[in-house]
């Protein structure tokens, strides 16, 4: 199953980074005339009320959905393994001060704090990216805090300490490189997160905004046309739960390879 | 155990002060203050008129200044008054916020009916064709978007089938029906919202309930109990469940946040007039003080939710009862 998983994110890797050699269309371009036709030889997946190629776009927005996820997760590592690894390593006052202000955090369901901020920012492909990079890092933090709670007391922190090491050295060197399972482990399940944060908002209109294709903003059209067009709703949310359900098999695999320790 | 709750409750203190910080902050400290927005659809308005406006919304005082004035407001519930209408924040959520409170309690009790039983089901005959089939469930209603769900659900039972209703939460001649009918009304509107809410924590709890109660059967004291004679049903039920519904509570807590995220979508597909949709219009519009208001509220029902896990937790658990 990991390796189904593995496999079909390599698959989507590939679709996005070589979408404008796989389909002869634009995602963009209006066609009237071909408004809602099911899907066909011509057009695999049939096409969407502006007559646009439903294949051609669920592609190109798998560019969207996958560059928003990497990049939003990959922000939200960096902040967690910051705070978190500061925290677990020095302790007392500055570890009560950024984990209680993760808590604080965590207090917020997900969607109204990214709602709230989009509100004052608005909404774009950028603004997303950040904003779930912001709002995800707490997990990450408590995970590699964790880790360093232990880790720091190992013999040879100790030894490194005593030739001389400084703090920096001690964290960037010898922690974080032996502590990050775990995050590296949430960082997959955090893709899976964020695609599905990011089709919501898209969804709901608050993220890619149209013309740019998204699976959420795609399907927020498929609802105009409930009942009619069966095929631009079922397609780009086949095309969400692959990539989640990839994510979290790799993630699954991960973590029984990084953890002995079985039921 | 009074003590313990009360010691829990103290430490909310902190929290929500945390929370008031986060929701101000989110609002303020981003650029560009919210006038702009209103003032940047009339590029002729004078400077003056800018002044006044920042002054009646107290954007000339220093940020903290601004801070306190808010908390000293929202300690009496004043949360300032809607851009859009000009009516109570307050008054605009007390009304929304029973129907989301609704929907997400009976999620709630849709996910432990479900969830509890498919887990020691699958724990215990582990490997079966029933276990199997049902990790195929969870994978796929963990990974499935609750929208997607949505939208096929009505597409299929709303608008194929035209047995369910697709929108709002009652029918629009609700008020002449008599209370039976109006009960039966409510109900069918929240068949829909409800399943779809629930499904995505639904797999995810079925999922832990299973590891739990694997984790749970390998201990000795299951042995023990097996060993002493009882039957499998009282080993399971009455040795094994209890122990392994422990951590179940905890996630179920730890699950609050993400129900109420999803109330956001859900409410705005069904048409359903409660707290998320309240926020999603509030977006729309930027008013400010529907969003900083939403955004605190949304805090507290999670903090809530989380205090009555714990709560559970302490009366489920008797080590902590007795040592607390």
Known sequence: ?263 | MINYIIRRILQIIPILFGITIISFAVIHLAPGKPTDLMLRLNPKIEYEAREKLERIYGLDKPLYVQYFDWIRKIAHFDFGRSFTDNRPVIEKIAERLPITILINTLAMAVILIFSIPIGIKSAVRRGSFFDRVTTVFVFIGFAAPSFWLALLLMSFLGVRLGILPVAGIVSLDFENFAFSHKTIDLLRHLILPVSVASIGSLAGLSRYMRQSMLGTLSQDYIRTARAKGLSERKVIYKHALRNALLPIITILGLSIPALISGSVILETIFSIPGMGRLMVEAVFTRDYNIVMAGLFVSALLTLAGNLIADIAYVYADPRIRYKA
């Open chain 1, 1 to 263: 199953m990991t390796l189904f998983g593995a496999g079909m994110i390599l698959l989507l890797v590939f679709v996005a980074v070589f979408a404008p050699q796989i389909t002869k269309y634009d995602p963009t371009c209006i066609d009237i005339q071909e408004a809602l036709c099911q899907p066909s030889l011509e057009h695999p997946l049939g096409t969407d009320l502006l007559g646009r190629d439903l294949f051609t776009r669920m592609i190109y927005a798998s560019r969207i959905a996958l560059l928003i996820g990497f990049v939003a997760v990959g922000l939200a590592a960096v902040i967690g393994v910051f705070f978190g690894s500061i925290a677990g390593y020095f302790g007392g006052k500055i570890d009560s001060v950024i984990m209680r202000f993760a808590d604080v955090m965590l207090c917020f369901p997900a969607f109204f704090l990214i709602l709230a901020v989009i509100a004052v920012v608005g909404p774009s492909i950028f603004n997303i990216m950040v904003i779930i990079g912001l709002t995800s890092w707490m997990g990450m933090a408590r995970l590699i805090r964790a880790e360093i709670l232990s880790l720091k007391t190992r013999d040879y922190i100790s030894a490194s300490r005593a030739l001389g090491a400084s703090n920096f050295f001690i964290i960037t060197r010898h922690l974080i490189p032996n502590g990050i399972g775990p995050v590296l482990i949430s960082f997959v399940f955090g893709v899976a997160g964020a695609v599905l944060t990011e089709a919501g908002l898209s969804f709901l209109g608050l993220g890619v905004q149209p013309p740019d294709p998204s699976w959420g903003n795609i399907l927020m059209e498929g609802k105009a046309v409930l009942g009619i067009g069966w095929w631009v709703i079922l397609f780009p949310g086949l095309a969400i739960l692959i990539t989640v359900l990839a994510f979290n098999l790799l993630g699954e695999g991960l973590r029984d390879a990084l953890n002995p320790r079985k039921l």
